[in-house]
Every structure is written in C-alpha cells, then in structure tokens.
C-alpha cells in the first residue's frame, strides 16, 4: 500500500501558468544578465515555479498559495535558503501549525538529512513549539541517527534540544544503548560525555565519575585497541591531572593492558600523560614497558617517559615523528 509520501511522488505536476489559483501572478524570469558565461540547463519545471516563487517573494506576499509554493520549490531544491527563510515569515503570517511543519520537514529530510537548511529550519520550528517539542525532537534525531549513527546535524540537533528545551531523562541510557550496539561509536562516546557533564539531573562530573571510569574500563578491557574509550577515560578527569594520576583504576587499566601484549598503544599513550603528569612508576610499571621493547629501538633509556616514547615511534608508525617530537620536549619526568 502507497504511503501519502508515494502518492505524492507519483502525482503529475501541474504548471503553474495551468492553475486557476495563479493567473493573476506574472513570472518573474531568473536575470543572469544579458550574456550569461554558462547558463544552467534546468529543467522547465524548475524555471516555472521559481519564476513564480520570485514573483510571490518580490510582492512578499504571505498567502496559503504562497507557503504551497514554497513547499514545491523546496522539493526542488531543499538547499534554497531563500524560499526556507520565507517559508518561516509566512508561517509566522498565518500564524499556521507548526505541528503539521514538523511533518513536512522530516519528509524533506529524509532525502536530504544533512541539510543546512533543513536543520536551521527545524530548529525555528521547535523553538516557537517550546518545551513541549522536545519529546518530538529527539525521537527525531533518533530516527535519523539509526540509519547514519555519525549524522553531526543530527547530534547538533539534539544536543540543542536538550539544552534549551530539555528531555534529560533518558538521554543516558540512550548512548547506553547505542554504545550496546557499537562499541567503536565515537558519536556516542561524545554524547555521552555530554550528558555527564551537562545533564542537570547527574549532579556533573564529580557526582558521576566514580560510575564513569567503570564502566570505561571494562569497555577499554573488552577492546583495548578502541580509542574512543581511551579519550573519554581522560576526560573524566578534565581539570583534575591529581585524581586523574591517583586513581588507582586509570593505572590498573594501563598496566592490564599493557601486560597483554596487544593492542597497547592507547594503554602506552595513557601511561605517558600520565607519567608527564608526575606518576611515580612502579617496578611492575617499568618491567612492563621493557618487555614490550621491540627492535629497532635502541638501548632502553632510564628515562621511562622517552623509553615509552621510543616504542611508540615503532608501533605507532602513523604517528611516529609526533613520539619523535614528544621525546625530544619531554623532561626527565621518572
């Protein structure tokens, strides 16, 4: 069974010049000058409602026919800010329902979701709306992330709905769930971040840490090579370098990896803030860091930090001149 959405696909357009409602408007031509270089060859009914559309917008009439014809332009071309931006001036004219606008537009998103224009109109919307949007607007963005999980429009989106118009509730056990289903998402390692430290019902970073950290660490444990983790690790403890070099959790989680013998290099990068950030290395710490010398790199150097270093600049091959660099600006920090 056709959907509305189909129905309207397969409907054959009419002319405008063909509509009762239009014959008093004269088309007002697209002016590329009396010698345009490259003309665009568009299709002719393109021309005709943008002709038509410029007529409405000249004489800024803000009708019911006139927030029609917007609607076919922006089928056209849903990039137009111009027909957007006077779409909202005669939805604010007609003082029309912005429910039914929500409607439209995920209709026109769903081809076109990384719209700019889309998005910025979206958010007019759901800001006249209020508060009583947001429920909407985050099963929206929901809706479009399951099917492009890094979709930043979306995640801006959804990030301004929370802040503005609230819905905090559940916002956690949703990047849960979508951490769940892809561990390596990065999207929703930030998003999580963000409601830990922005959420007003977590009580902030602090109140939520001690639960944080744990759950990153079995996360790094179960996929040590997953930088995403990694980073979130290190900024839970954003402004606080004393808690992040005592916790006995963040060095634990080193040293398991490291001992493993795979997949280390975050686990080796980690021990290097943290040694810069005045870790007193344990012997266990550095015979750990020994056995992974690999060839190549040389006499193990007294200093752990640049010995870390050095095993970077090998197993970390895309980054190696930055552990090169890295080295040479370090200090004897153990």
């Known amino acids: 069974m056709e959907s509305d959405k189909d129905k309207e696909a397969h409907r054959p357009w009419i002319p405008l010049s063909q ?16 010698n345009p270089v490259v003309p665009i060859a568009y299709k002719p009914d393109f021309v005709e409602t943008m002709d038509y559309f410029r007529a409405v917008y000249q004489a800024d009439e803000r009708s ?7 609607a076919e332009a922006i089928h056209f071309n849903a990039a137009n800010y111009t027909v957007w931006h006077f779409r909202r001036l005669i939805l604010e004219a007609l003082d029309a329902d912005l429910q039914g606008e929500l409607g439209f537009i995920e209709n026109i998103a769903s081809g076109n979701s990384k ?14 709306l209020g508060t009583d949007a947001a429920s909407k607007e985050l099963e929206f963005t929901k809706k479009i992330l399951s099917t492009d ?35 390596f998402n990065n999207s929703a390692w930030n998003q999580r971040y963000f409601v830990v430290t922005r959420s007003p019902l977590l009580g902030g970073l602090e109140a939520m840490r001690e639960s944080e950290v744990s759950y990153t660490v079995e996360s790094i444990l179960a996929h040590p090579e997953n930088e995403s983790p990694w980073r979130y690790l290190r900024g839970l403890y954003k ?18 990896v490291l001992n493993a013998k795979s997949n280390y290099v ?8 943290l040694l810069c950030h005045g870790l007193q290395p344990s012997q266990e710490v550095r015979d750990a860091v020994e ?17 870390v270093c050095s095993i970077l600049e090998q ?17 004897h920090v153990a």
């Open 64 to 70: 019911s026919r006139a927030l029609s014809l917007t």
């Open 115 to 128: 719209n700019y224009q889309i998005w910025h109109h979206r958010r007019w919307v759901a800001e006249k």
């Open 19 to 34: 509509r009762p409602e239009w014959s008093d408007v004269i088309p007002v031509p697209q002016d590329d000058g009396p």
């Open 239 to 256: 402004g606080n370098s004393q808690s992040w070099v005592k916790d006995h959790q963040v060095f634990s989680v080193c040293l398991k």
């Open 291 to 307: 056995a992974l010398e690999v060839a190549g790199t040389g006499q193990s150097d007294s200093d752990l930090g640049k010995t």
């Open 315 to 331: 197993v970390d091959p895309i980054r190696a001149n930055y552990w090169k660099w890295h080295k040479s600006k370090l200090p």
């Open 149 to 183: 999980a890094k979709n930043y429009h979306a995640w801006s989106h959804r990030q301004w709905v929370l802040l503005t118009l609230g819905g905090w509730k559940n916002e956690l056990d949703y990047c849960w769930e979508l951490l769940k289903d892809d561990i």
């Open 266 to 273: 975050f686990a080796l990068s980690t021990l290097l803030d």
